[in-house]
C-alpha cells in the first residue's frame, strides 16, 4: 500500500514537501483550488526542485479554470524539473468552480477534457475547440524541450458517482475518491472496473486506486468528543458537511441525500447558513470558508461522534491499522490524509511512525 497527502497549496511552506518525502510518504496531491490557496503549478514546482523520491501532481485540477492545452503544458513542465515523479490528477471541479458560483464540468465536459489532455501529453496533434472554433493543435518544440513529454505522466481521475467511475476504469490511469468503506468502497471499485471492461480494456496491473481520508489516532483516554480529536477532524467532517449542503440546494432541498451521520446537527447548520451576511446568490463565498484547511470556530459544534465516524477513519492505531487493512483487501492501493493545514505535520508524523511501517507490504 502507498501513502499520499492532499496538501493545501501555501507558497511560503513548499518546504512541507521535503519533511513529508523524509517520512517515507509516496505521493504529495496539491489542491488546484484559486479562490482558496496558492498556485499549485508554482508550489509544486518549488517542491519538486527540492525533492528527490516523492511524486507530485494536482489533487485535483479541472477542466473549468484551466484549458486542457494549459494544463498540459504546465503539468509537462512539472514533469521537466522531476522527471517520472509527476501525475495529474483532474477532477469536475468542486470549490475551484463553486467559489466562482459556477457549477462542476459535465460528464461530456471531463471526458473530452481527459481525451484533449492525454493526446497532448502523448505528443500527438488533436483537434481542439476553443470559443466555437475548431483547430488542431500541438505542442511544437521536440519532447523534452521546455516541457517533458517523453516521460509519462500518468491520468489519476476523481470520481464519485458510477458514471465518472466508469470513466476512470475507461480512460484513467488511476482513481480516486474520498473517505469511502465497507459496501460502497466495494461497489465503487466496481463500478472503476465495470467501465474499464465495457471499453474492452483490462485494467493494468500498476492502476491506482485511491482512498482520501481524515484521520485521528486515538491515544489512551481519548474519545471522539475529545478537544484534539475535533482538532484532526474537524475541518474533513466540516468540508464533508459544506458539500452535501451544495447537492441538498442542487436536489431541492431533497433530505434523502442528507447522510445519517448529518441528520442531528442538519438543521442547526441550515440555520447558519441562512443567516449568513450574504444573499442567496452570494452565499458560495461564505459556505467554503475554511474549506479542507481549518476548522472554524463557529461550525466546531457540527463536528459530532456520528460526523466523525462517517467521514473519518479513527481509532487507536491498531484499530486503523485494521480498517486500513480491510480497504487494502477491498482493492485500495493507495491511500491519501488529508489532514488540516494547522495539525498536518503532527499527523503525518504520528500517521508514518505508528501506522506505515506496517503496512508497506500491504
Avoid at 321 to 333: S, Y
Wanted: glycine share 10%.
Amino acid at each position: 500500500m502507498k501513502f499520499g497527502v492532499a496538501l493545501c497549496p501555501e507558497i511560503g511552506n513548499w518546504a512541507i514537501a521535503k519533511r513529508l518525502e523524509s517520512l517515507g510518504f509516496d505521493k504529495l496531491w496539491f489542491g488546484d483550488s484559486h479562490m482558496l490557496w496558492s498556485d499549485c503549478y508554482a508550489t509544486m514546482a518549488l517542491a519538486a526542485a527540492n525533492t528527490d523520491t516523492i511524486k507530485l501532481g494536482t489533487g485535483m485540477t479541472n477542466p473549468g479554470t484551466r484549458i486542457a492545452p494549459v494544463t498540459a503544458a504546465a503539468i509537462a513542465t512539472i514533469n521537466q524539473i522531476a522527471p517520472g515523479r509527476v501525475f495529474l490528477g483532474i477532477g469536475t471541479g468542486h470549490t475551484s468552480l463553486r467559489l466562482m458560483g459556477q457549477p462542476p464540468a459535465t460528464v461530456a465536459e471531463f471526458t473530452d477534457y481527459i481525451r484533449t489532455v492525454r493526446r497532448l501529453l502523448n505528443g500527438e496533434a488533436v483537434d481542439y475547440v476553443l470559443a466555437g472554433r475548431t483547430t488542431e493543435i500541438q505542442f511544437m518544440h521536440p519532447p523534452g524541450a521546455y516541457a517533458d513529454i517523453k516521460t509519462r505522466i500518468p491520468i489519476y481521475i476523481a470520481a464519485h458517482g458510477p458514471r465518472m467511475q466508469h470513466l476512470a476504469g475507461e480512460l484513467g490511469n488511476g482513481w480516486m475518491v474520498g473517505g469511502v468503506t465497507g459496501e460502497q468502497a466495494v461497489e465503487n471499485i466496481g463500478q472503476v472496473r465495470a467501465g474499464a471492461e465495457r471499453s474492452g480494456r483490462r485494467l493494468p496491473d500498476g492502476f491506482m486506486m485511491g482512498n482520501t481520508i481524515g484521520l485521528c489516532l486515538l491515544r489512551p483516554g481519548e474519545i471522539l468528543t475529545s478537544e484534539r480529536v475535533i482538532n484532526h477532524t474537524g475541518s474533513l467532517v466540516t468540508t464533508a458537511l459544506h458539500l452535501v449542503y451544495e447537492i441538498w440546494e442542487k436536489s431541492h432541498r431533497d433530505d434523502a441525500v442528507i447522510p445519517p451521520f448529518f441528520m442531528e446537527i442538519w438543521s442547526d447548520y441550515v440555520a447558519r447558513v441562512e443567516n449568513y451576511s450574504l444573499p442567496p446568490s452570494g452565499r458560495f463565498r461564505q459556505i467554503h470558508e475554511g474549506h479542507g484547511t481549518v476548522l472554524l470556530e463557529d461550525e466546531r459544534r457540527f463536528v459530532t461522534p456520528d460526523a466523525i465516524r462517517g467521514t473519518c477513519v479513527v481509532g487507536t492505531p491498531d484499530e486503523v491499522i485494521g480498517q486500513l487493512r480491510d480497504l487494502a483487501q477491498i482493492g485500495f492501493t493507495d491511500i491519501c490524509l488529508l489532514p488540516p493545514a494547522d495539525y498536518l505535520e503532527e499527523i503525518c508524523s504520528e500517521f508514518a511512525e505508528l501506522i506505515m511501517p506496517t503496512l508497506q507490504d500491504v
